[in-house]
């Protein structure tokens, strides 16, 4: 039965599997046919015997050369026992019979043979257009794909399909005892252990075979329902991990086609860890590059906010200090003042930067309690340098408490009211707002100044960022205020966001928990302290 | 010349800064104007024509290299930059600007006063004498005729070392960029060779210094470490418009 194995695989699939009954059965009634049309036109045709050859030339298109062989065999019995006189015996009278019969056979079996050979090629050539079809299928998706994890199951899908295995899977790792499994087709069930299987064996100079072994120690007895092969996923000799196929033991071995679609998997797989190997390594570099211009950036703005107030400081000391000048009264009170405000809002500075490495090292413990929001906001108002602008306090006394760390409250209106002075317009306001239904209480600082354009309010908490400007080398801060600012706020189970004010400037909006009241309070408000300075 | 006080055109955006300096200047016998931002020091410099210009170069509306560049158009009037960036490379944009002197903050109002003095003493002393000799204390170069005498004794200098000695004796009073050296000695093409400089700087030092000038050498032609050279004013130039202090 060569020509059945033959037919096997691919061929095999396609076509699929004949039993030795069905052959017989076609060959029967391919001779029986034949006999008939022999019979109704002996009368008329003196030599009938090539009519045999049209079923050794079905039988051999149809089953392939040994089906035909026999055919030709029995349609030489068959014509000689029918048809050859003396009929209804296999003796021969005349030599010339002979002679013809002889070549009946001999013509009817190099014609099984051709025919045969016709439909081998045409079904070769069908397998090599569904060979080169899947492995176009699997090396097209890298091509359409990013990450390993994207690529392997496509890739595992369009193999177990090409190949008509039961599972395949591909693992990552060093051994394949200690592999990471990345994609499976069969989700959910457990792999069979590694233990005895067929590794696919490459050497550069011979064909690749399949071996059989072992690893490990589990699984030392062979499973008898289904062999596991491996295919060994390599990038430049470095072993990347396994692909893995598992088909029943009653199959056959993976053929030559299918042994170059399993390569070409492994091949694509180890390709695409390649790749995510080196698009980590860019997101790495490019991770580096960032924080090290962060550095340079800290740098940069912390030297620069505290030389400005220190250079204010030097200036008023260096004054005060020149003995060739008689100051006024009035010019040294003026000078100690701005000394102390500058002093003021370099230890802000230094308190920012402490508190960004607080927040950044998740080292924040907010010691929460009910405040009240009126109070600390005009307290914070009251020790900034207003710089001539005017600073309002809108806090309506119904407000409920909030629950608080009041020196981080205290450091963000202190932070939102610098940047106002510094960078809004010339009326900035504090306001609170009641939110009964989120259990909330919204504080906001608002100006009317020019803003900042809607793209950026989006960014404005981002460490470093600066409001872009018409010129980027424009008046800098540090860009750790808002930071700090929200920072502080989500310890203390707050919100900030940026928006445009009532009046065109900009406006941060801090939203902070209400502290629970007792019920009496709803009829008779919480006794609120009020500060007469505003 | 009138002995009238200098007029300073001081361009600051920090609103405390600004006041106490103008406050000291004033003082110290000053006419100061102020400019709050790139926009106003633009319109001050149209409306008065200061002496002399101190810039912050960190300004809310315009980058303060842009105005030293727009002064610069006009006229070679002496730009002192004060700036609390510290990183070398703006010193160095403000300088190859066209300004004439640096100021890191914080400095203390000494300090900066000097800086105006020694800057104004060279607008006022000539650089150039009737006779085109450029003169730096004992030092003495004549144009004409290539050569350089210390006291009055000749010195020999090699043909590089003249001309680099030219442009220092040139640029008295003035913080030069060793770029601006380089570019002005060996050419264009050898801006990037800071090497060649710091050998015949030395070189220029060592004869000057041998040939009698001595160790104070080193405070006329003084190194700004990153930058370039300050070379002091010839003390022979007094200002005509030194300030009184008042």
Known sequence: MAAFAESRGLVGRVFGRRSATTVAAAILSALAGTTLAVAAIRAVVPDVAPVYLLAVLAVGMLYGTLPAVVT??????????????????????????????????????????????????????????????????????????????????????????????????????????????????????????????????????????????????????????AVVHRVRVEVAGELLGSLWVMRARAEHEPDRAETRILAAAADQLGQAVV???????????????????????????????????????????????????????????????????????????????????????????????????????????????????????????????????????????????????????????????????????????????????????????????????????????????????????????????????????????????????????????????????? | MTPTAAWLLLVEDEEPARRLLRAYLARRGYRVDEAASAREAMRAWDAHRPDLVLLDLGLPDLDGVEVIRRIRRDAATPIIVLSARGEERDKIAGLDAGADDYLSKPFSVGELEARIHAVLRRL????????????????????????????????HFSPREYELLKVLLANQGRLVTRERLLRAVWGLEYADAREYLHVYVGRLRHKLSEAGVGPAIDEMIATETGIGYRVAVSKAAEPAEAPTAG
Do not use: C
């Open chain 1, 72 to 225: 030709s065999v029995a349609a030489f019995l068959l014509y000689d026992f029918l048809f050859v006189p003396p009929v209804y015996t296999f003796t021969i009278a005349s030599p010339d019979e002979w002679l013809n019969l002889l070549l009946l056979l001999a013509v009817a079996v190099v014609i099984g043979r051709l025919a045969a050979l016709q439909t081998q090629r045409a079904q070769e050539a069908a397998d090599r257009a569904l060979e080169a079809e899947s492995l176009y299928g699997i090396t097209g998706v890298l091509a359409s794909t990013r990450t390993v994890g994207e690529a392997a199951p496509i890739v595992l899908a369009r193999l177990a399909a090409a190949t008509a295995m039961d599972r395949a899977w591909f693992g990552l790792g060093l051994s394949p005892t200690e592999e990471r499994i990345v994609a499976d087709t069969a989700t959910g069930e457990a792999l069979p252990m590694p233990g005895w299987h067929v590794v696919l064996q490459r050497p550069p100079d011979r064909p690749a075979h399949w071996v059989r072994t072992h690893v490990g120690r589990a699984g030392l007895r062979r499973s008898a329902k």
């Open chain 1, 275 to 534: 790749r995510d190997r080196l698009a980590e390594e860019a997101t790495n570099a490019e991770i580096l590059r960032e924080s090290e211009s962060l550095k340079s950036a800290l740098l940069d703005s912390v030297s620069h906010d505290l030389r400005t107030p220190l250079a204010t400081i030097r200036a008023a000391a260096g004054s005060m200090l020149d003995r060739s000048i008689g100051w006024s009264e009035e010019d040294q009170l003026e000078a100690f003042q701005t000394i102390d405000a500058e002093a003021e809002r370099m230890g802000r500075l230094v308190r920012n930067l402490l508190d960004l490495s607080r927040i950044e090292g998740g080292a924040l413990r907010p010691e929460l309690a009910a405040h009240d929001a009126g109070e600390i906001a005009r307290q914070a108002v009251a020790r900034i340098h207003a710089e001539g602008k005017a600073i309002g306090v809108d806090v309506p006394p119904t407000l409920p408490p909030v629950l608080i760390d009041d020196v981080y409250l205290g450091q963000i209106l202190a932070n939102l009211l610098e940047n106002a002075v510094r960078y809004g317009g010339s009326t900035i306001v504090v306001q609170g707002r009641d939110l009964p239904d989120e259990g909330a209480v919204e504080l906001s600082v608002a100006d009317d100044g020019d803003g900042v354009p809607v793209r950026a309010l989006a960014h404005l908490f981002d460490k470093f960022y600066q409001v872009p400007r018409t010129d980027d080398l424009s008046r800098r801060g540090m860009g750790i205020g808002l930071t700090v600012v929200a920072g502080l706020a989500h310890a203390m189970g707050g919100t900030v966001r940026a928006e445009r004010s009532a009046t065109g400037g900009l406006a941060v909006v801090v939203q902070l928990r209400a502290a629970d009241v007792p019920p009496a309070s709803q009829a008779e408000p919480v006794p609120v302290p009020v500060e007469a300075s505003r």
């Open chain 2, 124 to 155: 006022g002393g000539p650089e150039v004498g009737p006779d085109g000799w450029l003169r730096l204390g004992p030092i003495e170069l004549d144009p004409t005729r290539r050569s350089v005498a210390v006291a009055g004794n000749p010195v």
